[in-house]
């Protein structure tokens, strides 16, 4: 959780710097994208339920707060980077695009300790399952 706040307060102050250069071009102008770079596991329309409804809004740091607020808690993402970029030379509209890090992925389950338990008993019980984003709340959840 602390990273968290720290990488939201570090994006927070890199975009402060970065609006003082550029006067902040993109407030106020509509959302006409939203991209991602960096996606190895976590499946673009996975992320479309979060990302949709900003689509076409009018673009506040509010807003964009919200919407990073709602993009780190899905706990897919160790680090999400977020930049501006004009849809056209005049700047009429902006597509916000996430550059992110995701949280590593399970590859292997491995039970300790089980004595009379079959694995595919354990396995059909727990909710984490391979190829799943690491979530230290399910983790714990299933131990």
Do not use: C
Request: charged share 25%.
């Amino acid at each position: 959780m602390r990273k968290q706040i720290i990488v939201v307060l570090l994006t927070f102050l890199a975009m402060f710097a970065f609006g003082q250069q550029t006067e902040d071009w993109y407030v106020g102008k509509p959302i006409k994208n939203i991209t991602f770079e960096g996606l190895k596991h976590v499946k673009t329309t996975e992320l479309e339920g979060i990302t949709d409804p900003y689509i076409g809004r009018i673009f506040t740091d509010s807003l964009f707060w919200e919407l990073q607020g709602r993009l780190y808690a899905l706990e897919y993402f160790d680090m999400i980077s977020p930049s501006a970029i004009p849809v056209d030379q005049s700047g009429s509209a902006v597509i916000l695009k996430f550059k992110v890090k995701e949280k590593p992925v399970i590859s292997r389950i491995e039970f300790e300790g089980n004595n009379g338990i079959r694995r595919n008993e354990l396995l059909d019980v727990i909710s984490t399952k391979t190829d799943d984003v690491v979530s230290q709340i399910k983790i714990r959840a299933d131990e």
